[in-house]
Protein backbone atom coordinates (compact mmCIF):
# COMPACT_ATOMS: atom_id res chain seq x y z
CA UNK A 1 0.00 0.00 0.00
CA UNK A 2 1.18 3.33 -1.03
CA UNK A 3 0.33 6.52 1.11
CA UNK A 4 0.75 10.28 0.54
CA UNK A 5 1.37 12.62 3.22
CA UNK A 6 2.79 15.61 4.77
CA UNK A 7 4.31 17.05 7.99
CA UNK A 8 5.29 20.39 9.40
CA UNK A 9 7.31 21.83 12.02
CA UNK A 10 5.65 25.24 12.69
CA UNK A 11 8.66 26.84 14.86
CA UNK A 12 8.43 29.88 17.46
CA UNK A 13 12.10 30.89 18.62
CA UNK A 14 13.47 28.40 19.80
CA UNK A 15 10.41 25.70 19.90
CA UNK A 16 8.87 23.32 17.67
CA UNK A 17 4.63 22.51 17.44
CA UNK A 18 4.83 19.13 18.65
CA UNK A 19 1.36 16.97 18.47
CA UNK A 20 1.69 14.03 20.92
CA UNK A 21 -0.64 11.41 19.25
CA UNK A 22 -2.36 10.09 22.17
CA UNK A 23 -5.95 9.66 21.00
CA UNK A 24 -6.47 7.07 18.36
CA UNK A 25 -6.28 3.55 19.51
CA UNK A 26 -4.67 1.93 16.19
CA UNK A 27 -2.18 4.29 15.51
CA UNK A 28 0.98 3.47 13.92
CA UNK A 29 2.03 6.79 15.85
CA UNK A 30 0.57 6.24 18.92
CA UNK A 31 2.46 7.58 21.70
CA UNK A 32 5.08 9.42 19.27
CA UNK A 33 5.64 12.95 19.12
CA UNK A 34 5.49 14.43 15.34
CA UNK A 35 4.47 17.68 13.49
CA UNK A 36 1.36 18.90 11.96
CA UNK A 37 0.24 16.68 8.56
CA UNK A 38 -1.75 14.32 7.52
CA UNK A 39 -2.87 12.51 4.24
CA UNK A 40 -2.93 14.03 0.71
CA UNK A 41 -6.87 14.37 -0.40
CA UNK A 42 -7.35 13.75 -4.15
CA UNK A 43 -5.87 16.11 -6.44
CA UNK A 44 -3.98 17.71 -3.79
CA UNK A 45 -0.48 19.01 -4.12
CA UNK A 46 1.84 18.80 -1.21
CA UNK A 47 1.62 22.28 -0.39
CA UNK A 48 -2.46 22.23 -0.64
CA UNK A 49 -2.55 19.12 1.69
CA UNK A 50 0.03 21.18 3.99
CA UNK A 51 -2.13 24.35 4.54
CA UNK A 52 -5.20 22.27 5.00
CA UNK A 53 -4.07 19.72 7.46
CA UNK A 54 -2.14 22.68 9.30
CA UNK A 55 -5.33 24.47 9.54
CA UNK A 56 -7.67 21.57 10.83
CA UNK A 57 -4.98 20.35 13.40
CA UNK A 58 -3.93 23.81 15.09
CA UNK A 59 -6.09 26.56 13.70
CA UNK A 60 -3.64 28.43 11.89
CA UNK A 61 -2.91 29.62 8.62
CA UNK A 62 0.68 29.26 7.58
CA UNK A 63 1.65 32.62 5.39
CA UNK A 64 5.76 31.40 5.78
CA UNK A 65 6.95 28.21 5.16
CA UNK A 66 9.36 26.03 2.98
CA UNK A 67 9.31 22.60 1.38
CA UNK A 68 12.53 20.76 3.33
CA UNK A 69 12.32 17.27 1.97
CA UNK A 70 10.59 14.02 1.03
CA UNK A 71 10.65 11.61 3.08
CA UNK A 72 10.41 7.85 2.09
CA UNK A 73 8.97 5.69 4.70
CA UNK A 74 8.81 1.53 4.31
CA UNK A 75 7.40 0.14 7.62
CA UNK A 76 8.42 -3.38 7.10
CA UNK A 77 4.73 -4.60 7.45
CA UNK A 78 3.68 -3.34 3.76
CA UNK A 79 3.09 0.37 3.88
CA UNK A 80 5.20 2.81 1.34
CA UNK A 81 4.53 6.37 2.47
CA UNK A 82 5.80 9.76 1.02
CA UNK A 83 6.15 12.38 3.04
CA UNK A 84 6.53 15.94 2.00
CA UNK A 85 8.14 17.60 4.66
CA UNK A 86 7.94 21.29 5.50
CA UNK A 87 9.17 23.46 8.38
CA UNK A 88 6.90 27.00 8.59
CA UNK A 89 7.81 30.47 10.50
CA UNK A 90 5.14 32.38 10.47
CA UNK A 91 0.92 31.90 10.82
CA UNK A 92 -1.70 33.65 11.94
CA UNK A 93 -4.96 32.48 13.56
CA UNK A 94 -5.83 31.09 17.20
CA UNK A 95 -5.26 27.57 17.94
CA UNK A 96 -7.95 25.36 18.42
CA UNK A 97 -7.75 21.68 20.01
CA UNK A 98 -6.66 18.57 18.01
CA UNK A 99 -8.92 15.62 17.67
CA UNK A 100 -5.36 13.70 17.00
CA UNK A 101 -3.70 14.10 20.26
CA UNK A 102 -2.41 17.19 22.40
CA UNK A 103 -0.26 19.96 20.88
CA UNK A 104 2.68 21.31 23.03
CA UNK A 105 5.61 23.88 21.93
CA UNK A 106 8.63 22.18 22.50
CA UNK A 107 12.07 22.98 22.89
CA UNK A 108 14.33 21.89 20.28
CA UNK A 109 16.50 20.31 22.11
CA UNK A 110 13.80 18.86 24.47
CA UNK A 111 12.49 16.90 21.08
CA UNK A 112 15.57 15.08 21.43
CA UNK A 113 14.43 13.50 24.71
CA UNK A 114 10.82 13.02 23.40
CA UNK A 115 9.31 9.33 22.24
CA UNK A 116 10.35 9.95 18.76
CA UNK A 117 10.64 7.56 15.55
CA UNK A 118 14.75 6.70 14.93
CA UNK A 119 14.10 8.05 11.28
CA UNK A 120 12.75 10.98 12.58
CA UNK A 121 15.64 11.82 14.38
CA UNK A 122 17.87 11.70 11.21
CA UNK A 123 15.55 14.75 9.44
CA UNK A 124 15.47 16.31 12.68
CA UNK A 125 19.51 16.71 12.30
CA UNK A 126 19.13 17.91 8.76
CA UNK A 127 16.93 20.32 9.46
CA UNK A 128 18.77 21.84 12.60
CA UNK A 129 21.85 21.67 9.94
CA UNK A 130 20.11 23.66 7.28
CA UNK A 131 20.28 21.15 4.98
CA UNK A 132 19.12 22.02 0.91
CA UNK A 133 16.23 20.58 -0.07
CA UNK A 134 16.82 16.51 0.13
CA UNK A 135 15.75 13.10 -0.28
CA UNK A 136 15.86 10.53 2.75
CA UNK A 137 14.64 6.92 2.66
CA UNK A 138 14.09 5.41 5.67
CA UNK A 139 13.32 1.53 6.36
CA UNK A 140 11.87 -0.32 9.14
CA UNK A 141 11.13 -3.49 10.28
CA UNK A 142 7.66 -3.74 10.86
CA UNK A 143 8.02 -2.83 14.65
CA UNK A 144 9.83 0.44 15.13
CA UNK A 145 13.54 -0.54 14.34
CA UNK A 146 15.27 1.46 11.81
CA UNK A 147 17.25 -1.06 9.21
CA UNK A 148 18.55 1.44 6.69
CA UNK A 149 18.59 5.24 5.85
CA UNK A 150 20.02 6.73 2.63
CA UNK A 151 20.28 10.42 2.04
CA UNK A 152 20.12 11.39 -1.50
CA UNK A 153 20.60 7.81 -3.06
CA UNK A 154 23.40 7.26 -0.87
CA UNK A 155 23.60 4.84 2.36
CA UNK A 156 23.89 6.45 5.55
CA UNK A 157 25.96 4.41 7.77
CA UNK A 158 23.96 3.40 10.81
CA UNK A 159 25.33 2.05 14.18
CA UNK A 160 24.38 -0.35 17.00
CA UNK A 161 22.93 1.35 20.08
CA UNK A 162 25.05 -0.27 22.99
CA UNK A 163 23.65 -0.72 26.24
CA UNK A 164 25.96 0.36 29.08
CA UNK A 165 27.66 -3.14 29.94
CA UNK A 166 28.68 -3.17 25.81
CA UNK A 167 26.08 -5.52 24.68
CA UNK A 168 23.78 -4.58 21.55
CA UNK A 169 20.43 -2.72 22.83
CA UNK A 170 18.34 -3.75 19.66
CA UNK A 171 18.34 -0.45 18.28
CA UNK A 172 20.33 1.58 15.44
CA UNK A 173 21.06 5.11 14.56
CA UNK A 174 22.63 7.20 11.88
CA UNK A 175 25.96 8.46 12.56
CA UNK A 176 25.33 11.89 12.79
CA UNK A 177 23.16 11.44 15.35
CA UNK A 178 24.94 9.30 17.71
CA UNK A 179 27.48 11.99 17.43
CA UNK A 180 24.96 14.53 18.18
CA UNK A 181 23.72 12.26 21.44
CA UNK A 182 26.42 10.89 22.56
CA UNK A 183 25.18 7.41 22.27
CA UNK A 184 27.20 4.42 23.18
CA UNK A 185 28.17 2.88 20.03
CA UNK A 186 31.09 0.43 18.88
CA UNK A 187 34.45 1.06 17.32
CA UNK A 188 37.38 -0.92 15.95
CA UNK A 189 41.37 0.66 16.93
CA UNK A 190 44.05 -0.83 15.01
CA UNK A 191 47.78 -0.20 16.26
CA UNK A 192 50.44 -0.71 13.88
CA UNK A 193 53.47 -1.43 15.83
CA UNK A 194 57.39 -2.50 14.87
CA UNK A 195 60.47 -3.06 17.05
CA UNK A 196 63.23 -0.50 16.83
CA UNK A 197 66.42 -2.29 16.96
CA UNK A 198 67.20 -0.32 20.13
CA UNK A 199 65.14 -2.20 22.90
CA UNK A 200 62.26 0.23 21.61
CA UNK A 201 59.31 0.50 19.51
CA UNK A 202 57.65 2.69 16.67
CA UNK A 203 53.78 3.20 16.11
CA UNK A 204 52.06 4.38 13.05
CA UNK A 205 50.20 7.34 13.57
CA UNK A 206 48.28 9.04 11.18
CA UNK A 207 47.36 12.51 10.50
CA UNK A 208 43.50 12.76 9.97
CA UNK A 209 41.93 14.63 6.90
CA UNK A 210 41.46 18.01 7.05
CA UNK A 211 37.64 17.22 5.88
CA UNK A 212 36.83 15.11 8.90
CA UNK A 213 33.86 15.58 10.85
CA UNK A 214 36.11 15.82 14.28
CA UNK A 215 39.44 16.27 15.48
CA UNK A 216 40.69 17.33 11.90
CA UNK A 217 44.26 17.48 10.88
CA UNK A 218 45.41 15.99 14.02
CA UNK A 219 47.63 12.71 14.94
CA UNK A 220 45.89 9.49 15.40
CA UNK A 221 45.54 5.53 15.82
CA UNK A 222 47.22 3.99 13.10
CA UNK A 223 43.91 3.01 11.89
CA UNK A 224 40.13 3.19 13.26
CA UNK A 225 36.52 2.97 12.26
CA UNK A 226 33.19 2.85 13.29
CA UNK A 227 31.47 -0.96 14.04
CA UNK A 228 28.64 -0.86 11.24
CA UNK A 229 25.53 -2.02 12.05
CA UNK A 230 25.07 -5.76 12.40
CA UNK A 231 28.93 -6.00 11.90
CA UNK A 232 31.35 -7.57 14.24
CA UNK A 233 35.32 -6.41 15.36
CA UNK A 234 37.00 -8.40 13.86
CA UNK A 235 35.31 -8.10 10.41
CA UNK A 236 35.29 -4.34 11.14
CA UNK A 237 38.60 -3.91 12.03
CA UNK A 238 40.59 -5.64 8.41
CA UNK A 239 37.91 -3.60 6.39
CA UNK A 240 38.83 -0.20 7.87
CA UNK A 241 42.84 -1.19 7.63
CA UNK A 242 42.11 -2.01 4.21
CA UNK A 243 40.02 1.25 3.35
CA UNK A 244 42.33 3.92 4.81
CA UNK A 245 45.69 2.25 4.60
CA UNK A 246 45.42 -0.29 2.04
CA UNK A 247 46.52 -3.34 3.82
CA UNK A 248 45.03 -6.75 3.52
CA UNK A 249 45.85 -8.06 6.77
CA UNK A 250 44.62 -11.70 7.83
CA UNK A 251 42.14 -12.31 11.07
CA UNK A 252 44.86 -13.99 12.76
CA UNK A 253 47.83 -11.23 12.20
CA UNK A 254 45.35 -8.93 14.27
CA UNK A 255 45.90 -9.53 18.25
CA UNK A 256 43.44 -7.74 20.62
CA UNK A 257 44.94 -6.36 23.43
CA UNK A 258 41.45 -5.49 25.20
CA UNK A 259 38.49 -2.93 25.28
CA UNK A 260 38.92 0.73 25.87
CA UNK A 261 35.79 3.27 26.87
CA UNK A 262 36.57 6.58 25.46
CA UNK A 263 34.60 9.96 26.05
CA UNK A 264 34.39 13.53 25.05
CA UNK A 265 32.65 16.18 23.51
CA UNK A 266 33.96 19.52 21.25
CA UNK A 267 32.50 21.67 18.95
CA UNK A 268 33.51 21.21 15.46
CA UNK A 269 32.38 23.38 12.51
CA UNK A 270 29.99 25.36 14.49
CA UNK A 271 28.38 22.34 16.00
CA UNK A 272 28.87 20.08 19.28
CA UNK A 273 30.08 16.61 19.38
CA UNK A 274 29.43 14.15 21.17
CA UNK A 275 31.33 10.69 21.16
CA UNK A 276 30.99 7.93 23.53
CA UNK A 277 32.43 4.55 22.36
CA UNK A 278 33.85 1.24 23.18
CA UNK A 279 36.58 0.26 21.28
CA UNK A 280 38.06 -2.97 20.30
CA UNK A 281 41.63 -2.64 20.32
CA UNK A 282 44.03 -4.29 17.92
CA UNK A 283 48.21 -4.72 17.47
CA UNK A 284 49.37 -5.36 13.93
CA UNK A 285 52.80 -6.63 13.81
CA UNK A 286 53.34 -7.09 10.50
CA UNK A 287 56.08 -5.50 8.84
CA UNK A 288 54.94 -2.34 6.79
CA UNK A 289 56.48 0.05 4.34
CA UNK A 290 54.51 3.25 4.16
CA UNK A 291 55.44 3.90 0.60
CA UNK A 292 53.41 0.73 0.04
CA UNK A 293 50.51 2.30 1.53
CA UNK A 294 47.23 3.03 -0.37
CA UNK A 295 45.51 6.22 1.51
CA UNK A 296 42.14 7.18 1.93
CA UNK A 297 42.17 10.96 1.36
CA UNK A 298 39.12 11.61 2.58
CA UNK A 299 40.02 9.74 6.20
CA UNK A 300 44.06 10.26 6.29
CA UNK A 301 46.21 12.96 5.41
CA UNK A 302 49.38 10.80 5.85
CA UNK A 303 50.91 8.86 8.42
CA UNK A 304 54.65 8.48 10.06
CA UNK A 305 56.41 6.40 12.04
CA UNK A 306 57.53 7.53 15.80
CA UNK A 307 58.99 6.49 18.67
CA UNK A 308 56.62 4.91 21.28
CA UNK A 309 58.10 6.76 24.28
CA UNK A 310 58.97 10.62 22.23
CA UNK A 311 54.85 9.62 21.07
CA UNK A 312 53.80 9.23 24.65
CA UNK A 313 55.47 11.94 25.84
CA UNK A 314 53.97 14.53 23.10
CA UNK A 315 50.61 13.19 24.00
CA UNK A 316 50.90 13.49 27.94
CA UNK A 317 52.15 17.16 27.45
CA UNK A 318 49.79 18.03 24.92
CA UNK A 319 53.04 18.51 22.40
CA UNK A 320 51.43 17.59 18.71
CA UNK A 321 47.98 17.76 17.98
CA UNK A 322 46.22 14.46 18.58
CA UNK A 323 43.09 13.02 19.49
CA UNK A 324 44.76 10.40 21.30
CA UNK A 325 43.71 8.49 24.48
CA UNK A 326 46.80 8.58 27.29
CA UNK A 327 44.99 5.12 28.74
CA UNK A 328 45.17 3.68 25.54
CA UNK A 329 48.13 4.31 24.39
CA UNK A 330 49.30 2.87 27.44
CA UNK A 331 47.61 -0.55 26.77
CA UNK A 332 49.47 -0.81 24.03
CA UNK A 333 52.72 0.13 25.95
CA UNK A 334 52.02 -2.12 29.26
CA UNK A 335 51.46 -5.39 26.08
CA UNK A 336 54.84 -4.31 24.25
CA UNK A 337 57.36 -4.57 27.98
CA UNK A 338 54.99 -7.86 28.50
CA UNK A 339 55.75 -9.25 25.71
CA UNK A 340 59.00 -7.81 25.06
CA UNK A 341 60.91 -7.26 21.45
CA UNK A 342 61.68 -10.79 20.51
CA UNK A 343 57.87 -11.86 20.48
CA UNK A 344 57.64 -9.16 17.55
Same mark, same amino acid.
Given at each position: #? %????? *????????????????????????? &?????????? &???????????????????????????????????????????????????????????? %???? %????????????????????????????????????? $? /??? %?? @??????? #??????????????????????????????????????? /??? $?? !??? =????????????????????? @?? $???????????????????????????????? !?????????????????????? $????????????? *??????? =?????? #?????????????? #???????????? =???? *?????????
Amino acid at each position: #M %VQLTT *LCYIRKKDQYLMLHRIVKQNDVNKD &KWIGIGGHFE &KEESPEECLLREVKEETGYTLTSYRYRAVVTFVSGDGVTEYMSLFTADGYTGDPVPCDEG %VLEW %VSVEQIWKMNIWPGDKIFFRLLDEDAPFFSLKLVYDG $H /GGL %VS @AALNGAQ #MELFDLLRDDGTKSGQRQERGVVHREGSLHGTVHMWIIR /GNG $HG !GYD =VLLQKRSAGKDSNPGCYDISS @AG $HIQAGDEPLPAALREMKEELGITALPEQLVCI !GEHRGSFAAPFYGRMFRDRELS $HVYLYREPVEISG *LRLQESE =VESVCW #MDYETCRQKVAAHA #MPNCIYLDEFDM =VGNY *LREKGEKDL
